[in-house]
């Protein structure tokens, strides 16, 4: 059971103040009902040792002037009492005492309290004085009122012993409860500001204090991904520089270089001239394409590539789009086929960025080798997305560069001789745009036999306030 920390300090507290007294005033009860039922034993007993005296006093009057033989008479008596008599005459003078002949060893104090005075009638008429004196505390009846005393003290000194207890169990508790995971919230901290975020605080209790814990513990979690974040971050920044230098500087420098052969006259002849100025312009190409790549790419990466999404039909935007770069790709040897029948939905896309997914795909299909690109659509089952398969017959991907292959600046181990001039930034790009859009893409090949890339695009959801499908 979950008690809040509220609760369990008015509980501690109350029951600080209400169990001692309870228990103190139970324990009184109890000892008193019992001192009731002894007083009501103690009256017989009391009258019984009256009538034993009496008897005994009556029995032996004729040894009264014989006190020490009198007193062995009594002797069986006062053993059996333990008690010490005095007989008085009716003028107090003092005519038997018990305690000449057997000295009383308890203090004055105790006896003194104990003494009970009863008068005898002896044979001859004459009224005696005797007064029981109580030897020892313990002897009964002489030893309730003291008893109650110490009965009262016993008492409070439980009460007060449960006091102590309740209070040492409670400090316990709560230190347990409360101060001891403060104290682990404390070393965490300290963790964390020596740069460890790994130190999870256990406490599993649903509590005030369980809440607390349970954000300490999500603020440092959610701290120590932003911060491996930051650092990851912070890596493929390098990297990003590092790709980056490294591909402007290698076309540059190849330019450079057949710049300076130019101007030196190296190349003699129109015809080396001509594959001079060639090679110059491949590169400049190159790094046009990869300018534009780095320049799309990091607009993307920063969001700042707003999608302009529009209703189009999906017959007439892929008919439009293969139309425009089909005379291209067969000049280059490579044959586009659609399957047929290509659907007729209207899907939700912005055209511009489709095209460049669309583009961007057929001429990597086109750059590794591919001799025929097959592009087949169709609607998905639940009819949400359109599916989109890009499929070529080119080098394929191997197993090892797969997983890889949408990661920026990520070039397959064929294609790092940048003998395609490729920039390893088209599949990121494609994968931003196709997520922009809510959709997925994934790759499949067999390295020798092609490539199968697949992709989806959302349908348009029909509402009232849509906006007319274009065509
Ligand atoms: P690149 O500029 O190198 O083409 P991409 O991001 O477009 O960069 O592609 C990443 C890598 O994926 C390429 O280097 C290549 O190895 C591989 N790849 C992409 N498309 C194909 C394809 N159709 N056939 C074979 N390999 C491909």
């Not at 930034?425 to 199968?452: N, T």
Request: hydrophobic share 35%.
């Amino acid at each position: 059971m979950n008690i809040g920390l509220k609760t369990r300090l008015i509980l501690a507290f109350l029951s600080i103040i209400i169990v001692p007294v309870l228990v103190t005033i139970g324990l009184l009860y109890v000892y008193l009902s019992n001192i009731d039922e002894r007083f009501q034993g103690q009256e017989g007993k009391i009258n019984q040792l009256f009538q034993d005296i009496s008897d005994q006093v009556r029995e032996n009057e004729e040894l009264i002037d014989h006190p020490k033989q009198l007193y062995y008479e009594f002797q069986p008596l006062l053993r059996k009492y333990d008690i010490n008599l005095a007989i008085q005459s009716p003028d107090h003078e003092v005519l038997f005492d018990s305690r000449d002949f057997h000295p009383d060893e308890s203090s004055g104090f105790f006896k003194q309290m104990d003494s009970l005075q009863v008068d005898v009638e002896l044979s001859s008429g004459l009224p005696v004085h005797v007064e029981i004196m109580a030897n020892s505390l313990q002897a009964e009846p002489f030893n309730t009122f003291y008893q109650v005393l110490k009965n009262i003290m016993i008492s409070l000194a439980i009460g007060f012993l449960s006091l102590i207890l309740l209070i040492i169990g409670w400090t316990w508790y709560i230190s347990r409860t409360i101060l001891s995971p403060l104290k682990q919230i404390y070393t965490a901290t300290e963790e964390m500001k020596e740069g460890n975020l790994s130190y999870p605080i256990h406490y599993n209790k649903k509590d005030e204090i369980g809440h607390f814990v349970h954000g300490f513990n999500l603020m440092r979690k959610h701290l120590k991904q932003s911060i491996e974040k930051q650092k990851q971050y912070e890596k493929s920044r390098k990297e990003l520089i590092a790709s980056i230098s490294h591909d402007l500087r290698t076309p540059l420098s190849s330019i450079k270089g057949y710049v300076e052969g130019l101007m030196d006259g190296i190349a003699r002849t129109e015809e080396m001239q001509k594959k001079y100025l060639r090679v110059i312009k491949d590169k400049t190409d190159q790094l046009d394409h990869l300018i534009e790549d780095l320049f799309e790419f990091s607009k993307l990466e920063l969001n700042q590539l707003p999608m302009e999404r529009v209703y189009v039909n999906s017959q007439e935007f892929f008919s439009d789009v293969i139309l425009g770069i089909e005379i291209d790709v067969q000049q280059k040897g490579v044959q586009i086929k659609v399957e047929d029948p290509v659907p007729s939905v209207c899907i939700y896309i912005d055209p511009q960025r489709i095209q460049q997914v669309l583009l961007n795909l057929i001429y990597n299909s086109v750059r590794y080798g591919a001799s025929t690109i097959n592009i087949r659509m169709l609607e998905n089952r639940t009819k949400s997305h359109l599916q989109v398969q890009i499929a070529d017959n080119g080098n394929g991907i191997s197993k090892e560069d797969l997983p890889y292959i949408f990661n920026r600046f990520y070039r397959g181990e064929k294609s790092r001789s940048r003998e395609h001039g490729g920039s390893g930034l088209g599949l990121a790009i494609v994968k931003s745009i196709i997520q922009a859009h809510d959709g997925e893409i994934r790759a499949e090949s067999d390295e020798g036999q092609g490539s199968c890339f697949t992709f989806t695009l959302p349908l348009c959801i029909p509402s009232s306030n849509d906006p007319e499908p274009e065509g």
